[in-house]
């Protein structure tokens, strides 16, 4: 038997003022989509932002429904608008923000587990790592690439 670690890296900011230009404006972008949430049953609003290789960038926010599975996250939102209106256009970088009862969340809201999922297969589709932002008012993460959200990603396709 071997014992082995895996350890995950990121970037942690106190505020968007300390990112590059383009990852704050693409925080800029998930926060204004925190006005499409549809969330009347949980009142927790996500907006997420996705900057596609060309440039484009394509917005996402929760989409709940009276039958409660039906509704979608904010990020498979915009990763599903992305590969319908883009297919063949790769995924460079996606903010989340959450927010509740109109106040954005101190800590970065964490993406679900089929979300990462979702995220790591339009990584792998794209060939490059996607990035991940994690935004927060008081803090902020930047994940280099899928992998450090969702170690030991599955890949049937891999095999
Ligand atoms: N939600 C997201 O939009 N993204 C996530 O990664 C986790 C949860 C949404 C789903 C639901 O509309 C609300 O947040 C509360 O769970």
Redesign the pocket.
């Given at each position: 038997m071997t014992e082995r670690k895996l350890t995950i890296d990121f970037e942690e900011y106190t505020s968007a003022a300390e990112m590059e230009p383009q990852d704050r404006a693409l925080v800029e972008r998930a926060t204004h989509a925190l006005a499409g949430?549809y969330?009347p049953?949980?009142r927790?609003?996500?907006g997420?932002a996705l900057l596609l290789e060309n440039g484009t960038v394509v917005i996402g926010?929760?989409?709940?429904n009276n039958s409660y599975p039906a509704?979608?996250?904010?990020?498979?939102?915009a990763m599903f608008a992305a590969g319908a209106n883009y297919p063949g256009v790769a995924f460079d970088t996606l903010a989340?923000v959450?927010s509740h009862e109109g106040k954005i969340l101190e800590d970065p809201?964490?993406?679900?587990g089929i979300?990462r999922q979702v995220m790591a297969e339009y990584q792998t589709k794209g060939g490059k790592p996607l990035k991940v932002i994690l935004a927060g008012s008081r803090k902020i993460y930047k994940f280099s690439r899928v992998d450090d959200l969702l170690p030991l990603i599955f890949d049937s396709l891999k095999a």
């Open positions: 949430s969330s049953y949980s927790f609003r996500v997420a926010s929760n989409q709940e509704g979608l996250c904010a990020e498979r939102t989340i959450a809201a964490t993406p679900c979300c």
